[in-house]
């Protein structure tokens, strides 16, 4: 693990219903690891206990999936609304402690902990720069997110994202390549591509 000088969280959002998936994603396993856990020891090896995970659908699987894993579960109750409404809890949850949070999503397995540690790596430290990832020709999470930009994700509703939050100007962005980041899992064929790539 290693020791960020600064309070920074890492939020994982694994609250939706993945209608795609037809099961609790959040549960399935890839490499014999549920994608939940995958991720939270993936942030948990950057920000140590400093993990937040949003849980909302089918609770209690994807508690049995996070088993012991390392941060804190809170529990979205207005998950069907969408993922704005994930985000928002996540800010709400780190804005008293957190100087930044990392934002990432729960069916990303393929991040690694060096991407996230270059994302801290390229932040300033100031409170109104964000630093998100590129990837297939779009900006997406994991985002780095300072304090300045809490209100904001702190009233997202629906599935309104984060991305305005990248667009705004009232914010600088940087931006780190990681290619990687543009696989997630919707689909179980999805989840057996990856299987089979190993």
């Not at 088993?67 to 928002?88: K, M, R």
């Amino acid at each position: 693990m290693t020791d960020q000088p600064r309070k920074i969280f890492a939020t994982i959002l694994a609250a939706g219903g993945a209608s795609r998936f037809g099961s609790t994603k959040q549960a399935a396993k890839l490499d014999g690891i549920p994608l939940v856990r995958k991720v939270i020891e993936t942030a948990a090896d950057i920000c140590g206990g400093r993990v937040v995970t949003v849980i909302g659908h089918d609770p209690e699987t994807v508690l049995g999936a996070v088993a012991a894993a390392p941060g804190f579960i809170v529990v979205n109750e207005n998950h069907q609304d969408g993922l704005g409404t994930s985000i928002a809890v996540a800010a709400r949850t780190c804005r008293r402690y957190a100087e930044a949070i990392l934002l990432l999503l729960a069916d990303q397995p393929l991040v690694t902990a060096e991407h996230l540690q270059t994302l801290i790596d390229n932040w300033s430290g100031a409170d109104n720069e964000i630093v998100a990832t590129a990837f297939a020709d779009t900006l997406g999470p994991p985002v780095l997110f300072p304090s300045c930009s809490f209100s904001a994700l702190a009233s997202l509703t629906g599935d309104q994202g984060a991305r305005t939050l990248l667009r705004d100007s009232a914010f600088s962005l940087k931006t780190v390549r990681f290619e990687a980041a543009a696989v997630d899992v919707d689909t179980p064929a999805d989840l057996a591509s990856l299987s089979s790539s190993d």
